[in-house]
Each structure stands twice: as C-alpha cells, then as structure tokens.
C-alpha cells in the first residue's frame, strides 16, 4: 500500500544484474526510493503512472494534440487528488520534476535492449507480446539473418 518502501531494497543483493545493466539498475533503484519518499497514495500513484504512460512526446505517435489534452486531464485530476489529502507540500512539481530522470531510465533502458537484441535476436523474438507491443516502435524485432 502507500507508503510502504521495504519493497524497494538494494541493487546489490545477492542477486547480481546482468552485467552491463548496473547503471540502469541504480538508477531505477533512485527514482524507486525517491518516488518512496514522497508516499503517494494507491490513487496518486495510478494517476502519475497514466500521465507518465500518455506522453505526447513519443515521435511515432500520430495523434500527439489529442494524447497531451488526455494528460492534461489526468494531471488536473491528479492535482485534485492531491489536494483532496490535504497535502501541503508541492506534491505534484516533485513527482513531475522526476520526469527527466524516467526518460534517461527509459533511454537507458532502450540501449540496453537493443544491445541485447542484437546479442540474442532469437530471445528478443520470442518476448512476451505485450513487451513488444510497448518497445516495438523504438526497436525492431526483425531477424538480422533476413537483411
């Protein structure tokens, strides 16, 4: 529930990351604990995540105007929800200040797949369909082999 950070421990478990991933595990371990810190309510949290999932900033999306009204709205309500806790702090410029730092974990995180890809075009072929579909427009699951 909100609030609740035991979930979030460190990256240097006895769980080593693939090698090559410490920088992009660091960083989500961050944001996690930073995200942590500010103890967003269930509702909070579900908000920010859909501003953050309808970024009218993605070059392959056709429809862009329409996306950024959507998360507008979804800022407005997550603004109201905010307020509706009473919260006196600026609740909202800290969770949004955090956007920079989720678009370097995602870049990140791209060069890393397409790293992988490349290394193992057989796995990234047979990723789950709904990770597909979500990186499928930055990266191409194509079989090098057919170029």
């Not at 905010?82 to 370097?104: A, C, F, G, N, R």
């Amino acid at each position: 529930a909100a609030g609740q950070c035991g979930a979030v421990t460190s990256p240097s478990s006895p769980l080593s990351p693939p090698s090559g991933c410490d920088d992009l595990i660091s960083a989500v371990f961050e944001l996690g604990r930073t995200l942590c810190r500010l103890q967003l309510s269930d509702e909070e949290l579900a908000l920010f995540t859909a501003a953050v999932l309808l970024s009218p900033d993605r070059p392959w999306l056709t429809e862009s105007k329409k996306v950024q009204k959507l998360q507008d709205k979804i800022y407005v309500a997550l603004q109201h929800e905010i307020q509706k806790k009473h919260s006196t702090e600026d609740k909202l410029s800290k969770m949004v200040s955090k956007l920079p730092l989720m678009k370097t974990i995602c870049n990140l995180h791209l060069d890393k797949l397409e790293f992988f890809r490349l290394l193992h075009p057989e796995t990234a072929m047979n990723f789950p369909p709904l990770y597909k579909e979500v990186f499928n427009s930055e990266l191409q699951y194509s079989d090098p082999r057919e170029s």
